[in-house]
């Protein structure tokens, strides 16, 4: 079953391994923890949809984007 896969997973992780999955090792992605075989994860943001910046990231969100799907703000569709 895959939640006792991740019960087992989360004994395993160091209190610095579990630390660093609170950060991410860039704007965009996650730690991965190589010696649990736990890959990194590709993160996006954006209030309107799935946005993700190309090359490197920014904090301030300067650069431009990948091609994005957009969806109404959750408060248009509350107001509609």
């Known amino acids: ?3 006792d896969r991740i019960k087992d997973l989360l004994k395993k992780l160091t209190l610095e391994e579990k630390a660093a999955l ?4 860039n704007e965009w992605e996650t730690h991965d923890i190589p010696r ?4 990194s994860v590709v993160c996006s943001d954006g209030p309107s949809g799935v946005r993700r910046q190309e090359g490197v990231g920014d904090h ?3 650069n ?7 969806f109404p703000r959750a ?3 509350a107001n509609s």
Do not use: E, R
């Open 1 to 3: 079953m895959q939640t």
């Open 22 to 25: 609170l950060g991410g090792k």
């Open 36 to 39: 649990l075989g736990i890959p």
């Open 60 to 62: 301030q969100g300067l």
């Open 64 to 70: 431009s984007s990948l091609p994005a799907t957009c």
């Open 75 to 77: 408060a248009t569709v």
